[in-house]
């Protein structure tokens, strides 16, 4: 007969009971021997997974058809075992292992057997080490959430499944709808007909104030492996929304892989990246309105703001075959009134849209008399070209038309779209470009510990500041002799008119 044969059957004869070990989503099974130690049950399982780090994991263990987990630290548990065995009349206990949080440091004791060299082994595992006390996570108070028959839970339907969802969650079970709707929710343990568990919950609408409430429970498992989890089945989307509504609502824009890694840290649970992200996107709905909907309301938007405001400009175009929304322009009539006692020079530029939609926000803002930005007019568009500049610029001089001051001037980042449009739509008004802009764009053509990229912007700011025509010259000449072809590059399209004082038309406050 083989030898491994041989020895199997053996401690078949010498034993009737069987130890199921469960680690990562991975199980083994075993004889359970009657002699074996706490230190016999820990070679065996480091045997099975050999990547268990020695006092870096913990042991629970359940004999069924008890459900409740215990722990399993010592002789004392170990001893334990055989007698809870006895007293269920049972041949079977699963034993489930877990690695300790990173967090979690182990203690070594001082306590040394007097004889060094015959110092316990089972000191390799955690009879020598304290393990600090278990992590409180914020899921702590879950295991609470269903308790008793007549519980009522105002919030309706809504409530109950959230907190029956966590609760699962917080036990470590889960569970299936046998009916699930508005008026009554019947659920069970998945593992009815696997395994014949007898949980049960029962719940209904009491229509007289709107409550839900719990009418039958049956809250004991009858079945193996109920246990809490870090990667949890019953972990979705839905719970991830109801956790991290305070997190976007202090944040909305935070990332989804930042949320992921707070839940594990506070709630010890391991959630997808995509189940995350969907629950941040389900929050942010929740706590912003859904942006599909805001775009179909844009039409009942526009005629409630002409009806309290009936100076302002909405100008909303869409696509004529598919009727999905293109470009919108909006001014109020107390933006342009105010306007008008702000000094006549509007910022026009344009940012990005960050949500689900994209697009571009373009806007024309004013100064007031505190340093502050005026809004004056904006324009949500698809793009920054030269059409959406056009459309905006030119609903934007109609409503200029309509309040006359003195000659506005414009400053710009010197957008191409921009550049474009505006001489068709305001050919009288003095146009500057932003010398912050120029200096950035000049400063980048030259690398980096270069002693001309701080050089050159320094020569063009003197260009920029000469008052007359003569040190402009002047100035000018000790720029491209310095700056060479690079400079003479970046000046070709460079209309001095623009960005000079000495040459600028519009007017300068400041």
């Known amino acids: 007969m083989d030898s491994d044969l041989f020895y199997f059957c053996a401690v078949v004869m010498d034993t009737s009971y069987v130890v199921k070990f469960i680690y990562s989503g991975e199980a083994a099974t075993v004889p359970l021997l009657h002699n074996w130690s706490f230190l016999d049950l820990c070679n065996s399982i480091r045997s099975r997974f050999p990547d268990l780090i020695q006092g870096k994991f913990m042991l629970r263990y359940i004999i069924p058809p008890d459900s409740t987990s215990c722990f399993l630290e010592s002789e004392v548990d170990m001893r334990m075992i055989f007698r809870n065995l006895v007293r269920y009349n049972s041949d079977f206990v699963e034993v489930f292992v877990t690695d300790l949080p ?15 060299s015959t110092m316990l082994e089972e000191n390799d595992y955690l009879g020598c080490y304290k393990a600090e006390a278990p992590k409180s996570y914020m899921t702590k108070g879950w295991e609470s959430y269903i308790h008793s028959e007549g519980q009522k839970f105002e919030g309706g339907v809504v409530e109950f499944r959230d907190k029956l969802r966590k609760y699962a969650i917080e036990i470590g079970f889960s569970y299936e709808f046998v009916r699930n709707d508005k008026v009554r929710v019947i659920a069970q343990c998945s593992k009815k007909h696997s395994q014949g568990c007898n949980w049960l919950v029962k719940a209904h609408l009491c229509r007289a104030n709107g ?21 949890s089945k019953m972990m979705g989307s839905k719970v991830v929304k109801s956790i991290v509504l305070d997190k976007i609502r202090a944040n909305p824009n935070k990332k989804a892989i930042d949320i992921a890694d707070e839940i594990k840290s506070d709630y010890g649970l391991d959630v997808a990246y995509r189940t995350v992200w969907y629950g941040t996107e389900l929050a942010k709905t929740a706590l912003h309105g859904d942006e599909a909907e805001f775009y179909a309301q844009l039409l009942w938007f526009s005629e ?55 697009g571009q926000i373009i806007a024309a803002s004013a100064k007031d008399a ?141």
């Open 370 to 510: 505190n340093q502050g930005l005026y809004p004056v007019a904006y324009a949500i568009v698809d793009s920054e070209n030269e059409s959406n500049w056009r459309f905006f610029l030119e609903v934007l001089a109609e409503e200029l038309a309509k309040h006359p001051m003195r000659r506005v001037t414009f400053i710009s980042d010197r957008h191409v779209g921009l550049v474009s449009a505006f001489p068709r739509v305001f050919p009288n008004n003095p146009h500057g470009f932003c010398f912050r802009h120029l200096m950035a764009n000049l400063s980048d053509k030259f690398p980096a510990g270069s002693y001309l990229k701080d050089q050159i912007p320094y020569l063009f700011m003197c260009c920029a500041y000469s008052r007359t025509p003569e040190m402009y010259q002047f100035n000018m000449e000790i720029l491209r002799s310095e700056g060479g072809d690079i400079v003479a590059q970046f000046l070709e399209d460079l209309p001095k008119e623009n960005w000079c004082m000495a040459y600028f038309n519009g007017e300068r406050f400041g």
């Open 304 to 358: 409630s703001v002409m009806k309290s405001n009936s100076d302002s400009r909405i100008a909303i175009e869409f696509h004529r075959e598919t009727h999905r929304f293109q470009r919108m322009f909006v001014t109020y009539g107390a933006w342009m009134k105010g306007f008008q006692s702000c000094r006549p020079i509007l910022f026009i530029d344009a940012t990005f849209i960050t949500n689900k939609y994209k």
């Open 211 to 231: 409550f839900f409430m719990i009418k039958m429970l049956v809250n004991v498992h009858t079945c193996h492996g109920v246990i809490r989890l870090q990667k």
């Open 102 to 116: 990173s967090s979690s440091e182990s203690v070594v004791s001082n306590t040394v057997c007097e004889d060094s």
